[in-house]
């Protein structure tokens, strides 16, 4: 193995810089070079692929963001072209192994979530040698037990939390906060536990009105008159829809959620009479720099990446497991997300300390 290349893509996630460093580093320790695709998928489109040197990657594991860029939105197999002033889709992939192989690349590592995933599978099925890394705040692929950026966004969502309570409780206020995390709950689930949130709302269990103004009214009858609550943004009421906060064209996902916490806000002051403010977190939970956990599962997932390329372990995923790492096939991490289970122990947990999850 002489080169290899490596490339982010889906939304940005903190700890993509310190994958890339990872991988430069036990690439060049072996002797192989790395060269870095710019803004993901459209990188390889375009031929935009340049070769990395140390110091390319100095200083970049505080760093959030991807030095290499990345989108979500140049799926090369159904690549946008302007085809006589008309806008076409064409399948550009037989031209990306062509990049790839007149730089005699011999293999790709691609960071990202299900999406980015799904075509890397899809590339790995023609035949080029690929490696993918778990990637999302959402932490919703299956197979690992954690995606790295998982740990930063939750620790984001329970400082906010931290806040909200100082807010709320001189106020007397009831103060929604609401969460990323598409269809899944464990954003909400964790920062809500670490910031002792009195109701916890995810996907994953649909909620009654009344179910959380009884837990409101509990606690106003025991003397505390402030409540918070944390909401994942794809939850929604028994019988109830998702809210989209508008359409997207030319984007992998049609919809993007939003509104749940405005919503739920609103409710609750129409049915309790008390003042409810909500405050949506987006994509500050993205942002900044990385956690120590995230720096350090980073850098475990880009080293062992190269080393499932030597070893040629190809159509894998480095996954955590038993907080091992170890290689997955690629085509089953694709196409079912990961999502909280309603015997997990956080869900026990959180019964037992009193907190409602509005079932």
């Not at 085809?83 to 690349?105: H, P, T």
């Not at 464990?186 to 959380?212: M, N, Q, R, V």
């Not at 409710?267 to 409810?276: A, F, H, P």
């Amino acid at each position: 193995m002489k080169s290899i290349a490596v490339l982010t893509g889906g939304g940005d996630c903190p700890g993509l810089n310190a994958v890339i460093r990872a991988v430069y580093k036990t690439a060049h320790s072996n002797g192989i070079k790395v060269y870095g695709v710019k803004n993901g998928f459209k990188g390889l489109v375009e031929d935009d692929l340049s070769l990395l040197g140390s110091e390319n990657v100095s200083g970049i594991l505080p760093r959030g963001g991807t030095m290499l860029g990345t989108t979500n939105r140049d799926n090369p197999f159904r690549y946008q072209c302007i085809d006589r002033g008309e806008l076409v889709y064409k399948d550009m992939s037989q031209r990306i192994l062509f990049n790839l192989k007149k730089r005699d690349i011999e293999a790709l590592i691609v960071i990202g979530g299900d999406g980015t995933l799904k075509i890397a599978s899809e590339i790995a099925e023609l035949g080029f040698p690929v490696v993918g890394v778990p990637k999302s705040i959402d932490n919703d692929l299956p197979k690992t037990e954690r995606t790295f950026g998982f740990d930063t966004a939750v620790s984001i969502a329970t400082e906010a939390l931290d806040r909200l309570h100082t807010t709320a409780e001189s106020h007397h206020r009831v103060m929604v906060l609401e969460v990323m995390g598409r269809y899944a709950g464990w954003i909400a689930l964790h920062s809500g536990i670490a910031g002792g949130a009195d109701c916890i709302i995810i996907p994953e269990i649909p909620f009654k009105w009344d179910s959380i103004t009884d837990k409101i009214k509990l606690r106003q009858q025991k003397g505390t008159m402030f409540s918070i609550i944390v909401v994942a943004e794809g939850a929604k009421p028994i019988n109830g829809e998702i809210s989209v906060a508008r359409l997207v064209n030319n984007c992998p996902e049609t919809i993007r959620l939003g509104g749940i916490g405005d919503k739920v806000a609103h409710e609750l002051e129409n049915l309790l009479g008390v003042e409810c403010r909500s405050t949506v977190l987006g994509h500050l939970q993205r942002g900044g720099s990385p956690t120590a956990y995230d720096r350090i599962l980073s850098t475990r997932y880009g080293e062992a990446a190269v080393n499932a390329i030597i070893n040629k372990k190809f159509k894998t995923m480095v996954a955590l497991q038993n907080n091992e790492i170890v290689p997955v096939n690629l085509i089953d991490v694709v196409g079912t997300p990961y999502l909280v289970p309603a015997t997990h122990d956080l869900i026990k947990t959180g019964r037992s300390l009193g907190i409602s999850f509005g079932d």
